[in-house]
């Protein structure tokens, strides 16, 4: 009933840019924080970026002040805004979010599925 979606995901050369989004749809009732995980090859999960349903954002130290993380809430849609890449950074980029479904009972936390991103040197 409720489905997220990652976009944005491709290749790009050290030094570049590339902005992610992930659109919730569904029997959505409200949406709280958002947030943004990775995982490299042969690497566990690791967690990037969150963002508040009130605004407020914090980040991993590796993406610290390169990556930023914001949100539209009428669209149920969080971004993730990276520059800066380093070949570091390729990873499948996985967004979730704590969902309140309508007529459900409370918040659960949805994964999208995730988009890659591969950064060349």
């Known amino acids: 009933q409720v489905q997220l979606v990652e976009s944005g995901g491709g290749l790009v050369q050290a030094g570049g840019s590339l902005r992610l989004s992930c659109a919730a749809s569904g029997s959505i009732f409200s949406i709280g924080a958002m947030g943004w995980y990775r995982q490299g090859p042969g690497k566990e999960r690791e967690w990037v970026a969150q963002?508040?349903?009130?605004?407020?954002?914090n980040y991993a130290d590796s993406v610290k002040g390169r990556f930023t993380i914001s949100r539209d809430n009428a669209k149920n849609t969080v971004y993730l805004q990276m520059n800066s890449l380093k070949p570091e950074d390729t990873a499948v980029y996985y967004c979730n979010a704590r969902v309140a479904q309508s007529g459900g009972s409370g918040y659960r936390t949805y994964w999208g599925q995730g988009t890659q991103v591969t950064v060349s040197s």
């Open positions: 963002i508040t349903s009130g605004g407020t954002t």
